[in-house]
């Protein structure tokens, strides 16, 4: 396949960025979009320019680093699938692809499509945990029954693997998909109880000081997130945030 790609380049956070127009040819349908970038790399790194900087770590749909927006949609045109897993059988031979980062005010630009999400760190930090006994006579927690219904939910919700496609795919860049998972995740269980009166609105207190937006219930966060991250964790939220002390 040849590709025609159009890449965002940008040297650091104080610079202006800009799309760049590359061509590429030898690109095989079974690899990965980032071994296409790869690929390009290599071309680059062989004619003595600069390659393109990207995120990247398990490249197996778990880590969430590799977050790119791919003709206008955050890790590309598969359903449910992260950038590391989506193919180049995708693609069609001869198209043209526009790869930027995810843009968003919390999300300062590092390097080319390189992004820090350390906001979301932050917005884990800020309640994001529970409190756990290790004196020495700590519970085992299976001993603890917890209903399927519940385990499931809490189970679906701990599937966020925090890429921050839900801000990106978002008109507000609201960061309620995810802070929504990480507080629904635990209060659904026994063990998040302990936190539970302060959790919501610690975390959004956080969520609001790092410049996300507000929701609107548009859904392109769900829509787009590859973890099929549900907009009832916002709904549970909403709750939990009621709730709060
Ligand atoms: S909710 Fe979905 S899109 Fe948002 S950070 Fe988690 S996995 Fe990514
Ligand atoms: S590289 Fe880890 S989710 Fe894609």
Known sequence: MELKLKIWRQKNNTTKGEMVDY???GVEADMSFLEMLDLLNNQLIE?????V???HDCREGICGSCSLHINGVAHGPEKSTTTCQLHMRKFKDGQTIYIEPFRAKAFP???DLIVDRSSFDRIQQAGGYVSINTSGNTQDGNSIPIPKGDADQAFNAAACIGCGACVAACKNASAMLFTSAKVSQYALLPQGQVERAN????MLKQMDKEGFGSCTNTGACEAQCPKDISIENIA??????LFSK
């Open 23 to 25: 061509k590429l040819s």
């Open 109 to 111: 630009i590092i390097k």
């Open 199 to 202: 959790r919501a609105k610690n």
């Open 236 to 241: 549970r939220l909403n709750r939990e945030f």
């Open 47 to 51: 004619s003595g320019k600069e390659p």
């Open 53 to 55: 900087a990207f995120d």
